[in-house]
Structure formats: structure tokens, C-alpha cells
């Protein structure tokens, strides 16, 4: 099992829940996955094209799948992925 | 000692005698410049404490006026300031505080005919603003000037802290987020809630951070984003790298020149959006 942190602008998706126990071998996969327990995850986290929304970045392990092999990115056994938005607050 | 007053001497004791401060740690500070980019949440204690180690030369930009419900968080300001400019407010809470600090005024809202003549008198940028287009306004001068961006984002109960600076082989804020939110998924901060303490948090690493570039030490967050969730009480680390397509800071870059947020974003940016539910995805 993959652990997804979910930021809180998502845990509303999510039932308030901030980590989500999952089966993945890729990071398209434990996105389905999520959403497959909790319907919507994958839309906001996916544009209309399936891929990653610019104004998101997807890590696993701390590094950005960007770097790595994008939504193809191998997940495995206790790695973390994490799914993490630009946040504009500071007030 | 270095020109230091007795006075001097004794309220900078605790640095004067760490290693890595010291009496010429102590003057880097004291001939410091930092600009902090609003004086609500993240800028009370990056201002304070900035302004407690004696920082010499903090500029404020806030154009604000104290609200009580900012007073749940934002320590610059007191009940009896309620109605009065922030930015009065906060210099007389900093030269309360610390006599030695110069606090230069910007009473403005930064947009990209001021910004640039604003930034230039100073070595580093803390960026407490609560808005996209702000962000984004500040993320490109920064990089087009040269200096370091201190950053720092809240929301609810979770917050970011990294430290940008392109000039220095380091990402900006457009490498991780090229692109803003479309309109209707940018809220504001207004809606949703933080818990007052976090700002305390997230500013008070910033503050950390400009410390260590002032004085030239430790391991800055550049090439790091800190999250901190205060519910689980977690600290993650993600690395950022510089992306060389980055569109202000890469190799070809196509943003060469400073954007304004209304037509950066298609509309104007919100005050207060109608619902929470606008809240729901990206927080601001």
C-alpha cells in the first residue's frame, strides 16, 4: 500500500480525510484509485486531457513526477504521493 | 565593539554570542534592508522578529486597514488600532519593539508601474500577500531585480514556506506554478478560515530564512518547499527544482516584462467570493 497526501483544499473530496490508503503501481493509478473511493478526486486533480493541472504538482517521495515519469511515475510499496496546489493565502 | 552602543551590545547579547551570528553576524543584520509584502498574517512575525533581531531597515508595503478580525492573528496590530492603517500601526507595534529599526512606509497597492522602484533599495523580499496576481506580480520582479523571495502561503490549517531566488541558481515561483488558477477556482482567504497560530508558524520561518541569507549561513529552503500541516502536526519537504522552460526565469523565457492581475487573470480578483464552495480548490 501507497499513502496519498491530500492537501486540504482537497479534503473536501475527501471527506476530511489528509492521507489515503491505496494500491498503486503508477501515479495514474493511485489517482484512480482515490477516485474510486472518493468520486471527484481525480477531476480536480486532472485537466480535461488527463493531465496534471498546471497549477498542481504531483510528488512522490518528495520529488515532482515532473522530473520523473509524469502521471507514469512507478508508486511503490509505503512511498507517499503527494498532491499539492499553489496556495495564494497569507493573510 | 564594532561601533556598537552599550545598549546595543547588551539587547543583541543572545546572537552576539552564538557562532554563526556573532558581533559581524549582528552588523549584517543591522545594515539589512527586507522588504515584507503586506503586514497582515504572515507579516506580523516576519516583521517582528525580523525587527527583534534587528533587522535595520524593514519596508512595508500595506495599503490595509485594521479590522478586528484581523486581531486573531495578525500580532502587529492591537484592538485599539482598529480603523487605522496597518502600516502605522505596524511601525509603531516594530520601533516599540526595537528602536533601531527604520520602517520605511509603502502605503500603495503594488502593481507593475511601482513595484520595481520599490524593490530595488532592498536585498530581500518576503512575500506575505494573500493573492494570486499579487504573488505572481512579485514572483516576476523579484527575478527580473535579481533578489531573493522569501515565500510563504497559509490556508486553514496548512501552510508552505520556500525560498526562490533565480538570480542564484534557484527556482521561482513560476517554475512550480507556471500558470495561475483559472478565475473561478482562485477564492479568497477570507472564506475558508486559518487558524490564527498558523501565520505564527509559516511567518515565523520566513523570518528564519531572510536571517540566514542576511547572515550567509545554513542551508536555505531554496530548492525546497515546506509544507507544514498543524492538524496531523507533519512538516514534509518536496523538492523544487529550477525548470530551464521556466516562461520568466528559463532559458527562453516569454514573460519579459511585469503583469498586472486583472488582465493576468481575465477579471478583476475578488474581495470576498460569494460562497465557500469558490474555496473549495486553491486557496488564496
Redesign the interface.
Known amino acids: 500500500m501507497a499513502t496519498i497526501?491530500v492537501?486540504?483544499?482537497?479534503r473536501?473530496v475527501t471527506g476530511g480525510e489528509?492521507?489515503i490508503r491505496i494500491r498503486a503501481a503508477t501515479v495514474q493509478q493511485a489517482i484512480d484509485s482515490a477516485n474510486a473511493v472518493y468520486p471527484g478526486f481525480r477531476e480536480?486533480v486532472l485537466d480535461g486531457d488527463g493531465e496534471i493541472?498546471?497549477?498542481i504538482?504531483v510528488?512522490v517521495n518528495?520529488?515532482?513526477v515532473r522530473?520523473l515519469q509524469g502521471r507514469a511515475t512507478p508508486v511503490r510499496e509505503n512511498d507517499e504521493v503527494?498532491v499539492?496546489?499553489?496556495?495564494?493565502?497569507?493573510? | 565593539m564594532l561601533g556598537f552602543t552599550n545598549d546595543q551590545i547588551y539587547r543583541y547579547s543572545r546572537h552576539i554570542i552564538l557562532p554563526d551570528v556573532g558581533g559581524a553576524g549582528q552588523k549584517k543584520l543591522l545594515r539589512a534592508k527586507v522588504l515584507l509584502v503586506?503586514a497582515?498574517?504572515?507579516?506580523s512575525p516576519s516583521a517582528m522578529y525580523l525587527a527583534a533581531a534587528g533587522v535595520g531597515t524593514l519596508g512595508i508595503v500595506e495599503f490595509d486597514r485594521v479590522d478586528l478580525s484581523?486581531l486573531q492573528r495578525?500580532l502587529l496590530h492591537r484592538t485599539q488600532d482598529v480603523g487605522r492603517l496597518k502600516i502605522d500601526s505596524a511601525q509603531d507595534t516594530l520601533n516599540a519593539l526595537n528602536p533601531d529599526v527604520k520602517v520605511v512606509k509603502h502605503q500603495v497597492v503594488l502593481d507593475s508601474t511601482n513595484i520595481m522602484e520599490i524593490i530595488k533599495d532592498y536585498d530581500i523580499v518576503v512575500?506575505?500577500?494573500?493573492?494570486?496576481p499579487t504573488?505572481y506580480l512579485v514572483n516576476d520582479a523579484c527575478v527580473f531585480a535579481g533578489k531573493p523571495l522569501v515565500d510563504?502561503?497559509?490556508?486553514?490549517?496548512?501552510?508552505?514556506a520556500t525560498v526562490y531566488d533565480a538570480a542564484h541558481g534557484g527556482p521561482c515561483y513560476r517554475c512550480?506554478?507556471?500558470?495561475?488558477?483559472p478565475p473561478g477556482?482562485?477564492p479568497s482567504?477570507q472564506e475558508a478560515g486559518?487558524l490564527g497560530v498558523l501565520?505564527g508558524i509559516i511567518g515565523s520561518i520566513q523570518a528564519i530564512e531572510t536571517i540566514k541569507l542576511i547572515l550567509g549561513k545554513g542551508d536555505s529552503l531554496k530548492g525546497r518547499?515546506l509544507?507544514f500541516?498543524a492538524?496531523?502536526m507533519e512538516f514534509?519537504?518536496?523538492?523544487?527544482?529550477k525548470d530551464p522552460h521556466c516562461p520568466v526565469c528559463g532559458e527562453d523565457p516569454t514573460i519579459t516584462e511585469l503583469i498586472d492581475y486583472e488582465q493576468f487573470c481575465g477579471v478583476a480578483f475578488p474581495e470576498k467570493p460569494a460562497t465557500a464552495q469558490d474555496?473549495?480548490?486553491?486557496?488564496?
Open positions: 497526501f492537501p486540504t483544499p482537497l473536501k489528509g492521507k480536480r493541472k498546471r497549477f504538482n510528488f518528495g520529488v515532482d522530473k503527494a499539492i496546489p499553489a496556495m495564494a493565502g497569507g493573510n | 503586506g497582515g498574517g504572515l507579516g484581523n495578525q512575500n506575505g500577500t494573500d493573492n494570486f504573488r510563504g502561503s497559509i490556508f486553514m490549517f496548512e501552510g508552505q512550480l506554478f507556471p500558470t495561475p488558477p477556482e482562485v482567504c486559518v501565520p518547499l509544507l500541516d492538524l496531523a514534509r519537504e518536496m523538492r523544487v527544482e474555496a473549495e480548490m486553491v486557496p488564496a
